[in-house]
């Protein structure tokens, strides 16, 4: 299954297939120290059969209309991932989340990445609220949503497990009616 969104030269989101399992986990390995101060699911992708196993997940999420994760490709590299987690139902909301490597970080990929996925849930997916949510002290995640023009909704305390201790999570949102405004 080929599914892709091409952003700008050189940057496209592309569906998660089977056969990115070892660019997905040499990304997620080299980046393992870096990424594990935000993301709680680290320890769950260990080998790359964990990361197949992910990967497998995320097509049968796709394919029951769930879900939706993709690739970030920069400059034919496999640098991150971003994608909706549950979409749709009556309630026509999702949340996105994302991540990139260390070394993409500071040239607008995932600013531009986010914008391309926000565009597409409203407009193709027929989605009326997208949230992102970030550790309060995720400056660099929390960039994002503020770049898009998303509202600060609140703060969930003590809301994710991180290995060791909880964190506190902003929640941002974006409507349809804002986004199609903001355009």
């Known amino acids: 299954m080929n599914f892709t ?11 998660r297939a089977e056969s990115d399992a070892q660019a997905v986990f040499q990304a997620i390995d080299k980046n393992r120290k870096y990424l ?47 994608g909706f987690h549950a979409f ?9 989340g994302y991540w990139l490597s260390e070394d993409s970080q ?25 949230e992102i949510r970030c550790a309060t002290e995720n400056v660099k995640s929390r960039a994002i949503p503020e770049r898009l023009g998303f509202k600060t909704e609140g703060v969930l305390r003590q ?9 506190d999570l902003v929640v941002y949102s974006q409507l349809r009616i804002e986004w199609n405004a903001s355009k």
Not at 63 to 71: A, N, P, R, V
């Open 106 to 130: 500071g040239k607008g990929i995932m600013t531009d990445a986010a914008r391309a996925l926000v565009t597409y849930g409203f407009e193709q997916l027929n989605l009326n609220r997208i």
């Open 36 to 82: 594990r101060q935000w993301l709680p699911w680290l320890d769950d992708s260990t080998t790359v059969e964990d990361t197949l196993k992910y990967i497998r997940s995320d097509i049968s999420e796709f394919e029951k209309k769930e879900g939706l994760d993709f690739g970030i490709w920069y400059e034919g590299q496999w640098v991150g991932g971003i």
């Open 5 to 15: 969104i091409p952003i700008r030269t050189g940057l496209e989101l592309c569906l």
């Open 88 to 96: 749709g139902g009556k309630n026509r909301k999702s949340t996105i």
């Open 159 to 167: 809301s994710e497990w991180l290995y060791d201790h909880f964190v």
